[in-house]
């Protein structure tokens, strides 16, 4: 799964990367930070979606709930942003017992800090270690793409969480 995650996001990456071509001396960080933008407005468009009795909601039990994996995504993304960009992480910690609006909120505060982040990299900065996950060290890049493919696999799976409650994700709403 991880796999096939990995070569959709490549899929994804590579033609922005030509589009980035663009984007004067850093192409790569520019695709990278696209590919980020693409799929934090997917997210919150979903969060905002999924009515608020409905954030208790998971298909089985061992699934996380709708609100639980909202809250996952903005403590990742602030974590892993923090390390890519070296600025201090936003505090606040979420659960899926908040509401609605402070999940939403939250979420929105994790991409654009993720965002604020990845406008700071440099083609030249990508190849620096940074922490991560387990005391291990990864390039700025890799942390960069595993937050990237996070949203992709969360995207993908909370699309899901809308279908199975009758409502359509973001990406497959008829533009108005």
Same mark, same amino acid.
């Given at each position: 799964?991880?796999?096939?995650?990995?070569?959709?996001?490549?899929?994804?990456?590579?033609?922005?990367?030509?589009?980035?071509?663009?984007?004067?001396?850093?192409?790569?960080?520019?695709?990278?930070?696209? &590919?980020?933008?693409?799929?934090?407005?997917?997210?919150?468009? &979903?969060?905002?979606?999924?009515?608020?009795?409905?954030?208790?909601?998971?298909?089985?039990?061992?699934?996380?709930?709708?609100?639980?994996?909202?809250?996952?995504?903005?403590?990742?993304?602030?974590?892993?942003?923090?390390?890519? $960009?070296?600025?201090?992480?936003?505090?606040?910690?979420?659960?899926?017992?908040? $509401?609605?609006?402070?999940?939403?909120?939250?979420?929105?505060?994790?991409?654009?800090?993720?965002?604020?982040?990845?406008?700071?990299? &440099?083609?030249?900065?990508?190849?620096?270690?940074?922490?991560?996950?387990?005391? =291990?060290?990864?390039? =700025?890049?890799?942390? !960069?793409?595993?937050?990237?493919?996070?949203?992709?696999?969360?995207?993908?799976?909370? !699309?899901?969480?809308? =279908?199975?409650?009758?409502?359509?994700?973001?990406?497959?709403?008829?533009?108005?």
């Amino acid at each position: 799964m991880k796999q096939l995650i990995c070569m959709a996001v490549v899929c994804l990456i590579a033609p922005m990367a030509a589009m980035a071509q663009d984007a004067g001396a850093n192409p790569l960080s520019s695709a990278v930070q696209m &590919t980020l933008n693409q799929f934090a407005k997917n997210l919150v468009a &979903t969060a905002e979606e999924m009515p608020a009795d409905k954030y208790s909601y998971a298909p089985t039990k061992e699934e996380m709930t709708f609100g639980k994996s909202v809250a996952h995504i903005a403590e990742v993304n602030n974590f892993v942003c923090s390390n890519i $960009s070296e600025m201090p992480a936003p505090p606040p910690k979420m659960s899926d017992a908040d $509401s609605k609006e402070k999940l939403v909120a939250g979420l929105k505060a994790s991409m654009d800090y993720c965002a604020q982040a990845y406008s700071k990299l &440099t083609d030249a900065k990508l190849k620096d270690s940074v922490p991560f996950y387990g005391g =291990r060290k990864i390039t =700025r890049l890799g942390a !960069a793409l595993e937050v990237n493919y996070d949203l992709v696999d969360h995207y993908a799976a909370l !699309a899901v969480y809308l =279908r199975l409650n009758g409502l359509l994700p973001p990406t497959a709403q008829k533009k108005p």
